[in-house]
């Protein structure tokens, strides 16, 4: 077999292993739904997934923003690990560092100031469904406060600014520490490191949010555990998904 056809056997193969994790990522989207909607209700598995994104979303965006303002020297200077690779690799530079300074910091806080302004009928809402016994596991209005608006004002723009900065630069650390395992199993920056590329920068971004919760606890809520398994499965869920629907329709070489 020439290197060619190797080549071309496990672009098959990692093909095909990105369309199946896409696939089973969605079905325990689903499988999550259900568990949650026969345990509690539907409309608790909906703010289940509202808390997520929020609390995940400057993880989200700083992590795109590093590719917005990447480029130019590397962070690791080109030097080498005591394995002989690399220590970050190329793609990981100084520029792309100010992505969540520039970018998705900035970005996240717009995105809660609008919340923050419409959080009164928000609110309404919120208390109206509780009346009407449509939350059993979240039925407390200050856990969506504090999802949505950081708590109560005016303590709660300082909450939210520190729940920004902790998650946009966890999830830089958790890339970076993503990249530094990559280069350590000898796998070529662009090839998949299937679920580490999709959770490394979560992982970390969730640790340092929570942080604050132990020292905190009357201002910052610990992520509960439907929250931490939900994150578990939705962030590989929204890279795979997105990554597989772009390659089915020809926006993509690969699905992943």
Not at 13 to 25: G, H, P, Q, Y
Not at 117 to 131: D, G, N, V
Not at 224 to 242: H, K, Q, R
Request: charged share 15%.
């Amino acid at each position: 077999m020439t290197v060619d056809d190797k080549l071309e056997e496990r672009e098959k193969r990692n093909n095909k292993i990105a369309l199946i994790l896409a696939l089973s990522f969605a079905g325990l989207i689903f499988v999550n739904f259900l568990i949650i909607s026969l345990i509690f209700s539907w409309a608790d598995w909906v703010a289940l997934l509202i808390f997520s994104v929020l609390l995940i979303a400057p993880a989200y965006i700083s992590n795109a923003s590093m590719v917005i303002t990447g480029g130019g020297r590397p962070i690791d200077g080109g030097r080498l690990f005591r394995d002989g690779r690399r220590i970050l690799g190329d793609h990981k530079t100084m520029k792309g560092l100010r992505g969540p300074l520039y970018i998705g910091i900035p970005l996240t806080f717009i995105c809660f100031l609008i919340f923050i302004l419409l959080w009164q009928p928000i609110a309404e809402i919120i208390i109206q469904a509780s009346a009407d016994g449509m939350y059993i596991l979240y039925n407390e209005l200050n856990v969506f406060q504090y999802y949505f608006i950081g708590g109560e004002f005016p303590i709660n723009f300082l909450v939210l600014l520190i729940r920004i900065i902790l998650a946009s630069y966890g999830a830089v650390i958790g890339d970076l520490v993503g990249s530094f395992l990559k280069r350590r199993f000898d796998i070529k920056s662009g090839a998949p490191f299937w679920i580490v590329d999709q959770l490394d920068f979560a992982f970390i971004a969730v640790l340092f949010v929570a942080i604050p919760g132990f020292i905190f606890p009357q201002l910052f809520l610990l992520p509960d555990i439907y929250i931490l398994i939900f994150l578990v499965i939705l962030t590989p869920a929204v890279s795979l998904i997105a990554n597989a629907v772009a390659y089915l329709i020809g926006l993509k070489s690969v699905p992943y």
